[in-house]
T-cell receptor, first 114, second 111 residues
Framework: GAVVSQHPSWVICKSGTSVKIECRSL??????MFWYRQFPKQSLMLMAT?????????EQGVEKDKFLINHASLTLSTLTVTSAHPEDSSFYIC??????????FGPGTRLLVL | KQEVTQIPAALSVPEGENLVLNCSFT??????LQWFRQDPGKGLTSLLL?????REQTSGRLNASLDKSSGRSTLYIAASQPGDSATYLC??????????FGGGTRLMVKP
């Protein structure tokens, strides 16, 4: 079956630092990858959609200069949280879609900004 | 290991009908349950979130119920419209914030 990995699974950082999260499709080519964020007791919310080789499309209210997304290959997308602050602490999940409509989700990355 | 099942896998109804989508899960120790909508080529859109202590949530024509003890949730869509055509996914959150999705119900509402 299709497998999506995320790295790291946990990250703790100081306020003001930048954090990069990787999302990889291990056994299929992902033409589209999605990045989601989930705050405690809230629903999973879509942040942005990235297609390989093009700029990401951000949802309303998501700062594109703060959440940099790079989808440089068909198996890798990265989300960089620049100058992270405590309010950015959340659970970040990516999903990848290949040729079909099914999205395969990564295990998530928990970010804690101190 | 949590398993989430959605029935039916596909549903086609005429416009105006009220309909029910079902979601069942094997491990009742959940934090919350979420219903999403997926349109072709798009990311998931959150519809309703039910905390484990709640029994139902309503948003417009949508009503979701949760029976944690029996491991079931239903999404009720009133007066269906062609614009409701999409794939509906339920997901449960367990300890450690593990998110487990069901396989989805593909809904087609015919004008």
């Amino acid at each position: 079956g299709a497998v999506v990995s995320q790295h790291p699974s946990w990250v703790i950082c100081k306020s003001g630092t930048s954090v990069k999260i990787e999302c990889r499709s291990l056994d299929f080519q992902a033409t589209t990858m999605f990045w989601y964020r989930q705050f405690p007791k809230q629903s999973l919310m879509l942040m942005a959609t990235s297609n390989e080789g093009s700029k990401a499309t951000y949802e309303q209210g998501v700062e594109k200069d703060k959440f940099l997304i790079n989808h440089a290959s068909l198996t890798l997308s990265t989300l960089t949280v620049t100058s992270a602050h405590p309010e950015d602490s959340s659970f970040y999940i990516c999903s990848a879609r290949g040729s079909g409509e099914t999205q395969y989700f990564g295990p998530g990355t928990r970010l804690l900004v101190l | 290991k949590q398993e989430v099942t959605q029935i039916p896998a596909a549903l086609s109804v005429p416009e105006g009908e009220n309909l029910v989508l079902n979601c069942s899960f094997t491990d009742s120790a959940i934090y919350n349950l979420q219903w999403f909508r997926q349109d072709p080529g798009k990311g998931l859109t959150s519809l309703l979130l039910i905390q484990s202590s709640q029994r139902e949530q309503t948003s417009g024509r949508l009503n979701a119920s949760l029976d944690k003890s029996s491991g079931r949730s239903t999404l009720y869509i009133a007066a269906s419209q062609p614009g409701d055509s999409a794939t509906y996914l339920c997901a449960v959150v367990n300890a450690g914030n593990m998110l487990t999705f069901g396989g989805g119900t593909r809904l087609m509402v015919k004008p």
